[in-house]
């Protein structure tokens, strides 16, 4: 798989596409969704039917391999598999970034060589056509941190998709995985997202405003999702909902379903990642819309693997900037000097450099544990508190250490900034 990727990476970044002059032609193709202020029907989609049906037996094993020690140390196919992402993501999406901010959307055919990498079947298993004999969730978390030094709102818009499907090999049943994992692994998988967040202030995930009701052939879902990456192309949703007032569960929930739409959301940050939100007016669902039995555990797990894959992205822009702001230091000249020799600035960057490798130890450590099988609880909530407190801060300081330039467009570090203040706020999105 990683020697695959590799190449695919290479034809991405050679230039073929100029000698054959049609490089113009695909950079031209116009970015998706709209841009009006009014709500917009859900995306027609496909019809989704299911095919082959794994046995229990068949399906995706929860637990790797266990060491005795924390070892981060990458195996070769996860090196190769981070070097081709890391390369794709600092070749392809970084020069187009700062478009795509302003553009509210990443460019489609950006997103179509992300899929040709794998971003979004690393959890499928291979009897359905995936490319993972088991799922490993610091595969995820290297795939994510890499992609997120391109841009981490184009890498949410990569990897909402993979979030999904990762879901639905972990708590899908034999219907769920037939019906819907087949799609993701085609030519062309679906937009999908996971909708957990809801525009409400200090909004707690396990005390859910969208209300699921029973009825007597299924669920009646109500309520409003907000900050859902490419909403209006989105295919396919994976709802929380508050069950019957008893607690989170999940649905699953085709965008074409009656009494589902959409309108734009664009935030602070994330803003090539086409956020909206999703208005579910009394829709109604089948009984096997239901993700793992409503299993609260299931739901806290699904919270607690999102938080990780944030805590990943904000790793990865982290890095980015931390590269940036030492060229930066380093050239910039004042008084006869680079500004990196007075004590104050070269300070502040090894302040980065500390903050960046906690959130990015922990993160390691946390996925270290879940491919273990053990409890990862405490590892997510120390990531999730170091990326709230550090990731916005790492942001920040990038952009004083530019001064006034840092308060411009013109370099990046304002936009990694915003996009940093969202990784420790939202929820869901990712299951890594």
């Given at each position: 798989m990683a020697w695959g990727l590799q190449a695919i990476n290479m034809l991405a970044s050679s230039d073929l596409l100029d000698r054959l002059g049609v490089r113009g032609t695909a950079e031209k193709i116009l970015f998706t969704g709209s841009r009006q202020s009014v709500r917009a029907a859900g995306a027609a989609g496909r019809a989704f039917q299911a095919t082959t049906r794994l046995t229990a037996?068949?399906?995706?094993?929860?637990?790797?391999?266990?060491?005795?020690?924390?070892?981060?140390?990458?195996?070769?196919?996860?090196?190769?598999?981070?070097?081709?992402?890391?390369?794709?993501?600092?070749?392809?999406?970084?020069?187009?970034?700062?478009?795509?901010?302003?553009?509210?959307?990443?460019?489609?055919?950006?997103?179509?060589?992300?899929?040709?990498?794998?971003?979004?079947i690393v959890g499928v298993p291979e009897a359905l056509g995936g490319v993972v004999e088991e799922r490993s969730a610091v595969t995820a978390v290297l795939l994510a941190e890499a992609l997120?030094?391109?841009?981490?709102?184009?890498a949410v818009a990569a990897l909402a998709p993979a979030g999904v499907a990762t879901a639905l090999?972990?708590?899908?049943?034999?219907?769920?995985?037939?019906?819907?994992?087949?799609?993701?692994?085609?030519?062309?998988?679906?937009?999908?997202?996971?909708?957990?967040?809801?525009?409400?202030?200090?909004?707690?995930?396990?005390?859910?405003?969208?209300?699921?009701?029973?009825?007597?052939?299924?669920?009646?879902l109500s309520g409003v999702k907000s900050l859902v990456p490419r909403a209006a192309e989105d295919e396919l949703f994976i709802i929380a909902a508050d069950l019957d007032g008893q607690g989170p569960a999940l649905f699953i929930v085709e965008s074409k379903t009656p009494g589902l739409s959409v309108s734009p959301e664009p935030a602070m940050g994330l803003r090539a990642a086409a956020t909206g939100r999703v208005i579910l007016e009394d829709v109604r669902v089948p009984a096997g819309a239901l993700l793992g039995d409503g299993d609260p555990d299931v739901y806290r797990e699904l919270i607690a693997l999102g938080r990780l894959g944030w805590s990943a992205l904000a790793v990865g822009t982290g890095q980015a900037?931390?590269?940036?702001?030492?060229?930066?230091?380093?050239?910039?000249?004042?008084?006869?000097?680079?500004?990196?020799?007075?004590?104050?600035?070269?300070?502040?960057v090894a302040d980065i450099a500390i903050e960046l490798d906690a959130i990015r130890l922990v993160t390691y450590r946390a996925a270290g544990l879940v491919d273990a099988g053990e409890d990862f609880s405490k590892e997510v909530a120390l990531a999730r508190t170091l990326t709230a407190k550090y990731g916005m801060q790492i942001g920040s300081d990038g952009v004083q250490l530019l001064g006034g330039h840092g308060y411009t467009k013109e370099h990046p570090v304002e936009r990694w900034y915003r996009d940093l203040r969202a990784a420790g706020l939202i929820e869901g999105v990712l299951v890594l």
């Open positions: 037996a068949q399906r995706q094993p929860r637990a790797s391999r266990p060491r005795e020690l924390f070892d981060i140390t990458p195996t070769e196919e996860q090196q190769m598999l981070t070097e081709s992402v890391r390369d794709f993501a600092l070749a392809r999406i970084r020069p187009i970034a700062r478009e795509a901010d302003q553009q509210l959307a990443a460019p489609p055919e950006l997103l179509a060589q992300a899929n040709e990498l794998g971003v979004a997120a030094q391109g841009d981490l709102g184009i090999s972990l708590w899908g049943d034999a219907d769920q995985q037939a019906t819907y994992l087949p799609a993701f692994v085609s030519d062309n998988p679906p937009a999908a997202a996971v909708a957990v967040s809801e525009p409400q202030p200090l909004f707690d995930p396990l005390r859910l405003a969208t209300t699921a009701t029973r009825t007597a052939d299924g669920y009646t900037v931390l590269d940036y702001v030492t060229t930066y230091v380093n050239e910039r000249v004042a008084f006869g000097e680079p500004i990196s020799n007075r004590q104050a600035v070269a300070f502040k």
